[in-house]
């Protein structure tokens, strides 16, 4: 029957009369009593079985099987504090909630629960994180406008989804520093290309300094977590998707389309240019240098035609005649060598036909109708 429906039993506990119940000043029970005590109760459960009407207790359990069995359970508790830390993992030791070592890759052991918990934390895997959008395992990616519609520094709206790429440098500052990582490095990620979008023009940021954008953006962000002391190291910041919003993408794309027909113009022009210039220069250094080789023939031909007419007139003054009769000579010869001449004995001139030159006659004959 349950001592607690025993009328006998209203001042006593399980083990014995209470201290300062109806029994006096009887003192508490030894361990004697209590493992004796333990036995008639609990005896049943170990091979142990209960008197006849009188009570008396059969084998129970010794102190020697108790003692075994709170060795057995000390020894499966401790076998609960070895735990495998991974190779690209720390693991950080908290004795009642207070950092008290970090351990490497391989097995390790703490003191089992509740006096020691261990956090395990990937301190070389590079982790991900998307801002501006969504990308589900199906492969489907689902925008988050209130994340990637920025205000650039001309005062036009801008699309950018972006990712960043970290990993933990400090194990401490990662647990203890801050409350929630991802929502942490969204929101500082978020912040920090506000800021540099902010400060930059829409061209810029569509065409030609998008590198720019994600360095100045990575910079920015391991700054920020690094005054958090969030024990964080950002890797890479990369930006995927950079443009109008929908509603005026197509005007945006004009205006593009505008952009690089004039970019195409002015290339085509320069190309022209470098075309026609050099050429026009080697035109032009070409003539100045026919006239200079032309103005140094005529000089020379006038000197030599000068130093023949001084020697002529010295030979003239030695042999007047002999030189006069040789210079009509060359003369005739200079003339004659260029004239049409045929040459008619006079003997027959009267009986031959007029002379036609047929071969200077053209060819050409008018026809009249």
């Not at 001042?11 to 014995?16: A, D, E, R, S």
């Not at 006849?52 to 102190?63: E, I």
């Given at each position: 029957m349950p001592w607690s429906n025993n009328d006998n039993n209203q001042?006593?506990?399980?083990?014995?009369q209470r201290p300062g119940g109806g029994g006096g000043n009887q003192t508490p029970p030894d361990l004697d009593e209590v493992i004796r005590r333990l036995q008639e109760r609990f005896g049943g459960f170990f091979g142990g079985g209960s008197g006849?009407?009188?009570?008396?207790?059969?084998?129970?359990?010794?102190?020697g099987m108790l003692s075994g069995v709170l060795a057995a359970i000390l020894l499966f508790w401790g076998l609960t504090g070895f735990y495998m830390v991974a190779a690209d993992e720390e693991a950080v030791v908290l004795r009642f909630g207070k950092h008290v070592a970090t351990k490497g890759p391989g097995l390790n052991w703490a003191i089992p629960y509740p006096v020691e918990t261990v956090e395990k934390l990937p301190v070389t895997r590079v982790q991900r994180l998307e801002i501006g959008f969504r990308q589900f395992a199906d492969g489907a990616i689902r925008k988050r406008a209130n994340e990637s519609l920025m205000l650039t520094k001309d005062e036009n709206i801008v699309d950018i989804s972006f990712i960043i790429q970290y990993k933990i440098k400090s194990v401490e500052d990662f647990l203890f520093n801050i409350d929630s990582a991802t929502k942490t490095v969204r929101d500082v990620g978020e912040s920090a290309i506000r800021e540099v979008i902010g400060r930059t023009l829409i061209d810029d940021v569509l065409t030609t300094k998008k590198a720019e954008v994600e360095v100045e953006t990575q910079t920015l962000i391991q700054q920020i977590l690094d005054g958090y002391q969030?024990?964080?190291?950002?890797?890479t910041v990369k930006?995927?998707?950079?443009?109008?919003?929908e509603r005026v993408i197509k005007e945006f794309k004009d205006v593009a389309s505008a952009r690089e027909d004039r970019e195409r113009a002015k290339n085509e022009a320069q190309a022209y240019a470098n075309d026609i210039i050099p050429n026009a220069r080697g035109e032009g250094k070409k003539m100045v240098l026919d006239a200079e080789a032309y103005g140094k023939a005529v000089v020379e031909r006038a000197k030599g035609e000068a130093d023949r007419f001084e020697s002529i007139l010295t030979a003239y003054k030695l042999a007047p005649e002999v030189t006069r009769k040789r210079l009509y000579m060359d003369t005739m010869e200079d003339v004659l060598s260029r004239a049409d001449k045929i040459i008619i004995d006079g003997a027959v001139a009267g009986k031959v036909l007029p002379y036609l030159p047929l071969d200077r006659v053209s060819n050409k004959v008018e026809v009249k109708k």
């Open positions: 001042n006593q506990n399980p083990w014995g006849g009407a009188g009570g008396t207790a059969g084998p129970g359990l010794s102190k969030a024990g964080i190291s950002v890797s930006l995927q998707d950079v443009q109008p919003p």
